[in-house]
């Protein structure tokens, strides 16, 4: 097994563990709690090379121009919502806390509707701690088990706000922003990437990484998501990965998806 330079830099400036796993694409078909334990290659978290043809979109501008779908309004500015389509795989790992060392088997493969969310800067509030401007905010939800007892089911928002799309309450929570975020108007391109500072102090972010209604959902600690845009801003298609552990009981998990969508609302 060897390690993904670009997971290493998930968590370098902080003390929080660091995973070093990369994803094969023969995982992708493994059978539910496959025996061997696999070790990740690097191509599933290989990025394009930037498509030219996309210069003239940006993102901060989706909708200004003619023929744009207008966004909806939402409480302190707009947002687009995005139908998706997602393909991925749940893992284990063989320690009680995700670690540089941990193996990870695949445990599940899902293929599961979604939803991603565009939204304009939210601020935080109710804290003294700032890691910086989301120029976006974002967030990803997958699949529609409310009780989170389906291999595949994942909330993720980079402000603990963005969870109100999928009915979460903001009424005396704290605004928290737990990610950095940055975004590319040459390369029509988003990557957001969780704040392992905060990852802790947000209970909303977390995956399901198997089917049972004994499972409970595993909360994220890390992980990175990457989002290109095409057609204007109607078509994205995109990947992500975490790692999670319980909220209470101890072990290590990890979640890796894929999605193609477009632009709904």
Do not use: C
């Given at each position: 097994?060897?390690?993904?330079?670009?997971?290493?830099?998930?968590?370098?400036?902080?003390?929080?563990?660091?995973?070093?796993?990369?994803?094969?694409?023969?995982?992708?078909?493994?059978?539910?709690?496959?025996?061997?334990?696999?070790?990740?290659?690097?191509?599933?978290?290989?990025?394009?090379?930037?498509?030219?043809?996309?210069?003239?979109?940006?993102?901060?501008?989706?909708?200004?121009?003619?023929?744009?779908?207008?966004?909806?309004?939402?409480?302190?500015?707009?947002?687009?919502?995005?139908?998706?389509?997602?393909?991925?795989?749940?893992?284990?790992?063989?320690?009680?806390?995700?670690?540089?060392?941990?193996?990870?088997?695949?445990?599940?493969?899902?293929?599961?509707?979604?939803?991603?969310?565009?939204?304009?800067?939210?601020?935080?509030?109710?804290?003294?701690?700032?890691?910086?401007?989301?120029?976006?905010?974002?967030?990803?939800?997958?699949?529609?088990?409310?009780?989170?007892?389906?291999?595949?089911?994942?909330r993720y928002g980079t402000h603990t706000w963005v969870h109100?799309?999928?009915?979460?309450?903001?009424?005396?929570?704290?605004?928290?922003?737990?990610?950095?975020?940055?975004?590319?108007?040459?390369?029509?391109?988003?990557?957001?990437?969780?704040?392992?500072?905060?990852?802790?102090?947000?209970?909303?972010?977390?995956?399901?990484?198997?089917?049972?209604?004994?499972?409970?959902?595993?909360?994220?600690?890390?992980?990175?998501?990457?989002?290109?845009?095409?057609?204007?801003?109607?078509?994205?298609?995109?990947?992500?990965?975490?790692?999670?552990?319980?909220?209470?009981?101890?072990?290590?998990?990890?979640?890796?998806?894929?999605?193609?969508?477009?632009?709904?609302?």
């Amino acid at each position: 097994m060897f390690t993904s330079n670009r997971l290493l830099k998930l968590l370098v400036t902080t003390f929080v563990f660091v995973p070093t796993i990369t994803i094969s694409s023969s995982s992708v078909l493994a059978k539910s709690f496959q025996q061997e334990t696999t070790s990740i290659s690097q191509t599933a978290f290989k990025t394009e090379p930037p498509n030219n043809s996309l210069r003239n979109t940006n993102l901060s501008v989706l909708a200004s121009s003619p023929g744009n779908i207008t966004p909806m309004t939402v409480p302190g500015g707009r947002a687009f919502i995005y139908s998706l389509s997602t393909a991925g795989t749940t893992y284990s790992g063989n320690t009680n806390f995700p670690t540089q060392n941990t193996s990870y088997t695949p445990a599940f493969n899902f293929r599961l509707p979604g939803a991603l969310v565009l939204e304009s800067t939210l601020a935080a509030q109710n804290t003294n701690r700032r890691n910086g401007v989301n120029p976006r905010e974002v967030g990803l939800f997958i699949g529609n088990d409310a009780s989170l007892s389906t291999a595949g089911t994942l909330r993720y928002g980079t402000h603990t706000w963005v969870h109100r799309y999928w009915g979460g309450r903001t009424l005396g929570r704290p605004a928290l922003d737990t990610a950095f975020v940055s975004l590319n108007n040459i390369t029509s391109t988003l990557n957001a990437r969780v704040d392992p500072q905060w990852a802790r102090n947000d209970t909303t972010n977390l995956f399901s990484w198997r089917s049972s209604i004994f499972s409970a959902p595993k909360q994220i600690l890390a992980g990175d998501i990457s989002i290109r845009f095409t057609n204007g801003g109607r078509n994205v298609t995109g990947s992500a990965t975490f790692f999670g552990n319980g909220y209470i009981e101890p072990g290590a998990y990890a979640y890796v998806v894929n999605f193609t969508g477009t632009l709904a609302r």
